[in-house]
Antibody, heavy 122, light 108 residues
Framework: EVHLVESGGGLVQPGGSLRLSCAASRFIFSTYWMSWVRQAPGKGLEWVATIKPDGNEQYYVDSVKGRFTISRDNAKNSLYLQMNSLRADDTAVYYC???????????????WGQGTRVTVSS | SYELTQPPSVSVSPGQTARITCSGD??????AFWYQKKPGQAPVLVIY???ERPSGILERFSGSSSGTTVTLTISGVQPGDEAEYYCQSADSSGTYWVFGGGTKLTVL
């Protein structure tokens, strides 16, 4: 079965940076859209960023544009999220998710990792 | 920005039917997807393309769509179904994705 394992979370001060990683296995990583989704404490799920299979197009929620960068290394079966200028409201569990996209069906998340916790606090 | 609206909570007794709605202006043109989220666990896809059920998801879970509202129906609710349920879709551009605020299903 599809396996997604996030890492890189931790405690960081406001204004700081953090890089999350997601190691993918048991599927052909280079052929799938991939995303990051987060859940702040006591809040709901929030889509954060998505990247196409070839890495040439990325999409972001408005609140992270200009601060976060999603990227991938298909040779290493890995997904990344570079987070800069972190704020307290970025505190959340960050999930790596595999996506299914078609023009007719839209885009959704069929497999998820267990998440990595990011805490932004002084 | 685009929003999907869900009721904060739904409560039913075991064996009854739970219906969770999700409303959004773009839903007539964009498919909706539903996820089950239990504390400390990763979300699980339970419905895709408004009405389709992924393999491994019980037949008790079904979806429907009418205009700007989609509905997740759980028949014969069991205590193990207690969870937060989220709808997800896209805005009219198709490349900006959102989740509803989530509905906590309580089994009385």
């Amino acid at each position: 079965e599809v396996h997604l394992v996030e890492s890189g979370g931790g405690l960081v001060q406001p204004g700081g940076s953090l890089r999350l990683s997601c190691a993918a296995s048991r599927f052909i990583f280079s052929t799938y859209w991939m995303s990051w989704v987060r859940q702040a404490p006591g809040k709901g799920l929030e889509w954060v960023a998505t990247i196409k299979p070839d890495g040439n197009e990325q999409y972001y929620v408005d609140s992270v544009k200009g601060r976060f960068t999603i990227s991938r290394d298909n040779a290493k079966n890995s997904l990344y999220l570079q987070m800069n200028s972190l704020r307290a409201d970025d505190t959340a569990v960050y999930y790596c998710a595999r996506g299914i996209y078609t023009m007719l069906s839209g885009y959704y998340f069929d497999y998820w990792g267990q998440g990595t916790r990011v805490t932004v606090s002084s | 920005s685009y929003e999907l609206t869900q009721p904060p909570s739904v409560s039913v007794s075991p064996g009854q039917t739970a219906r969770i709605t999700c409303s959004g202006d773009a839903l007539p043109k964009q498919y909706a997807f539903w996820y089950q989220k239990k504390p400390g666990q990763a979300p699980v896809l339970v419905i895709y393309k408004d009405t389709e059920r992924p393999s491994g998801i019980l037949e008790r879970f079904s979806g429907s769509s009418s205009g700007t509202t989609v509905t997740l129906t759980i028949s014969g609710v069991q205590p193990g179904d207690e969870a937060e349920y989220y709808c997800q879709s896209a805005d009219s551009s198709g490349t900006y994705w959102v989740f509803g605020g989530g509905t906590k299903l309580t089994v009385l």
